[in-house]
């Protein structure tokens, strides 16, 4: 098996391949990414072959590792680098059990967090990468992690699945063509490229930030917003937590302590520019 | 790590892993989750001066391991609910009986199912319960139903609608075609009350229960937990004065001597279980190859000794059904498929 | 004459509320379970807990409470969310 071993955030990850070419293209992807703590990676994703023979004939990389789903579906071995990039998602949404999971993405400017909940396609990721190469720091474009106990954003900056027309955009904004991995084709999610976070994105992923505003983005609409109640934040934000459930009464109280202290709104957007303007214009009435 | 001895061996003797390496954590980390004994491996490890990233890991398996025990204990509450207005005191079994009796082999235990224990001339009152209270069958065709209300020893499998959890109703713990026939009138006689309506099986019987789970009624997977329970079971009970004693009289009423002697000697060598060597016997020759099984497992967490454990897959179906049996059980499953 | 089921709730001594845009936020610890529960449901949980009912005599109480008429109507909406509430495990037979 082949390996890497890298931390993003508070995740000391192993990530373990039976191929070279998948961990050699996640270590160009992750250039720069500190070592696990103390040296110990503690969580273990795996891509392998479903069978036995499935290694060399037809090739096909199924997503496992410490946790993993029954019925997730194997991809080729030309997408394995997303196969690697799912298997460490797995590991988090299914094993992560000290912090409150968020799937959003999140930026972070003078201490203050903006994070943004949204399924695939919503444009979470899209505008997350726009931001955090026009002055914002780059938190996370997957997972959010809320502390229990302080209730602040921790950073898990991992490498930005960019989608379709997403990939030209930021193709075009960024100088060094070294941040981007391969050009993956007719996956399952369309046209995919992946994008390091930039250099101030990874030596901060250690500082956390405040809460402040959560914004639920939908991508491909005329430009429009509203408010959201504190009981559809509450509501939303348990809906769009892979973890909650499992953590009981503490998840209960952060979640809670969320819906009630920070403001929210939905907004969509026709292209990203507009996006962009809204995002900027409730983080001015919000204070950021 | 090239199998799952140095778990074994952290489990029975915590000590070990303070001279473990990084990639000895790694490995050990990701062997014990695929074991599902990482929740266990987290309380024994609970006192250790370890490095604070793993501290920190097995933080993430104890919470995972307490809402499981809450989750369980829930959905006893709730089967009690059902079953105690038409009379049943389910018998908990495993995991569930564990957590609720707050036995040491529940600390960090991972519970999956509800199981119980329903006299049999109770069993069609006792689905008929379920079903009314929201529980459905998760296969509900002729050939499965069929298959399980002839042939084996409990219900098809029930998942409740709106939990989603499951409950597996059995009326004794072995199938009425596997070679052996423990008594279930006498488990149901001995079995002790816990809580009004809630019943535990007796010292004696729930050892002879983790015998057959772990050996007469599966492949092996998941053994070395199986195992661990015994382990876990046989440390609190051999405390009595009688229990040896005991659980010779009821090995011999349940027809398990043998696989309770051959669990006993798996336990000894696996974790250095201390148990009566007359009850054990001696080592088989045999013995190597369930401990080779039971530890098929690599520094990355995946299933190792594919043809051991195929022949161990063909055993424990051969063990179930007689083998003319089995052919045409296999068949009609391919014809569905 | 038919005996009506009873039916009591030890929501309070299980829960952790909180009252929310009108509504009530429910943390149930024993199942581990989160609800959003709306009127007349909180009405019907607090008055459980002071002491068991049948679905009639809750009706009764509960109208009695809320000061709103007691009438086919009525019996039937807590008869339902009495069922949703015994599937829920908030409230069980006396």
């Given amino acids: ?148 106990a302080s209730g602040m954003a921790l950073p898990f900056p991992r490498a930005i699945s960019l989608k379709n027309s997403a990939i030209a955009e930021m193709v075009g904004r960024i100088a060094d063509p070294g941040r981007f991995g391969p050009q993956l084709s007719a996956t399952p999610k369309g046209e995919l490229r992946h994008l390091r976070p930039n250099a101030d994105a990874i030596s901060r992923m250690d500082e956390p ?80 | 790590m090239r199998d799952a001895r140095a778990l074994a061996a952290a489990l029975a003797d915590p000590v070990s892993v303070l001279a473990f390496s990084s990639d000895d954590w790694t490995s050990l980390l990701a062997i014990a989750r695929a074991e599902r004994l990482d929740g266990s491996l987290a309380f024994r490890l609970a006192d250790l001066p370890l490095p604070p990233v793993v501290l920190r890991a097995l933080e993430d398996a ?46 960090g235990r ?61 009326h004794t713990i072995l ?78 009423l349940h027809e398990m001597r043998e696989p309770l002697g051959l669990a006993l000697r798996l336990a000894d060598r696996i974790f250095a279980t201390p148990v009566e060597p007359r009850l054990a016997g001696y080592d088989r020759m045999r013995d190597g190859l369930f401990v080779r099984r039971l530890l098929a497992r690599d520094g990355w967490g995946r299933p190792t000794r594919p043809i051991n454990r195929l022949g161990f897959y063909v055993r424990s179906h051969w063990m179930r059904m007689p083998p003319l049996m089995l052919a045409r059980h296999l068949w009609i499953k391919a014809r569905a498929t | 004459m038919v005996t009506e089921a009873l039916y009591r709730s030890d929501f309070l001594h299980h829960c952790r509320t909180h009252a929310i845009d009108g509504m009530l936020l429910v943390f149930h610890r024993p199942s581990g379970t989160t609800h959003f529960l709306a009127s007349p449901v909180p009405e019907m949980l607090e008055l459980l807990a002071e002491a068991p009912s049948d679905s009639a005599g809750l009706c009764r109480r509960l109208c009695e409470r809320l000061d709103v008429p007691q009438d086919d109507e009525a019996l039937a909406v807590v008869a339902a969310r009495l069922r949703d509430l015994v599937a829920s495990g908030l409230v069980q037979a006396a």
């Fill in chain 2, 62 to 107: 104890r919470a995972q391991a307490e809402f499981g025990q809450t989750q369980a204990l829930w959905e006893v509450e709730m089967a009690r609910r059902v079953l105690a207005p038409i009379g049943i005191a389910p018998i908990l079994l495993k995991g569930s009986a564990f957590a609720f009796a707050r036995l040491p082999a529940g600390i």
């Fill in chain 1, 1 to 148: 098996m082949h390996e890497i071993k890298l931390r993003v955030g508070t995740i000391s990850y192993r990530v373990a391949s039976p191929w070279l070419a998948p961990v050699a293209a996640l270590r160009r992807l992750y250039a720069g990414y500190p070592a696990p703590e103390d040296g110990i990676a503690t969580v273990t994703a795996r891509i392998g072959p479903p069978a036995r023979w499935r290694r060399w004939i037809r090739p096909q990389v199924g997503i496992e590792g410490d946790h993993s789903l029954p019925d997730t579906v194997p991809m080729a071995l030309r997408h394995a680098l997303l196969a690697a990039e799912m298997a460490m998602n797995m590991q988090v949404a299914l094993g992560e059990r000290r912090h409150l999971l968020l799937h959003a993405s999140a930026v972070e400017r003078g201490g203050k967090a903006l994070i943004m909940p949204g399924e695939s396609g919503s444009g979470k990721s899209t505008l997350a990468a726009l931001l955090g190469e026009a002055g914002w720091r780059l938190m996370a474009d997957e997972f959010v992690m809320i502390d229990l």
């Fill in chain 2, 110 to 170: 991972l519970v999956g199912d509800l199981d119980i224990l329903v006299p049999r001339d109770r069993i069609d009152d006792a689905e008929a319960a379920l079903l009314a209270a929201g529980f459905e069958w998760v296969k509900n065709d002729d050939y499965t139903q069929l298959y399980y209300r002839r042939w084996m020893h409990e219900l098809p499998p029930l998942v409740h609608r709106e939990r989603g959890s499951m409950i597996d109703v059995h």
């Fill in chain 2, 175 to 252: 199938p009425p075609t596997a070679r052996r026939t423990p008594d279930a009138a006498a488990l149901i006689g001995d079995s002790i009350e816990i809580a009004p309506s809630l019943r535990i099986l007796s010292p004696p019987d729930m050892i002879i229960h983790a015998v057959a789970h772990l050996l007469a009624d599966g492949d092996l997977a998941g053994g070395l937990r199986n195992l661990w329970d015994i382990d876990r079971l046989l440390r609190l009970f051999a405390a009595s004065a009688d229990f040896w004693k005991a659980l010779e009289r009821r090995a011999a």
């Fill in chain 1, 209 to 288: 930030a405040v809460p402040a505003l959560i914004l639920f983005p939908s991508f491909g609409f005329e430009a429009a917003s509203e408010g959201v109640s504190r009981s559809e934040l509450f509501m939303r934000l348990t809906e769009g937590s892979t973890n909650y459930v499992a953590l009981g009464l503490p998840g209960f109280e952060a979640l809670l302590r969320l819906a009630q202290s920070v403001p929210s709104a939905r907004f969509a957007y026709p292209d990203s520019d507009s996006g962009i303007a809204i995002v900027e214009q409730f983080c001015a009435e919000a204070g950021i």
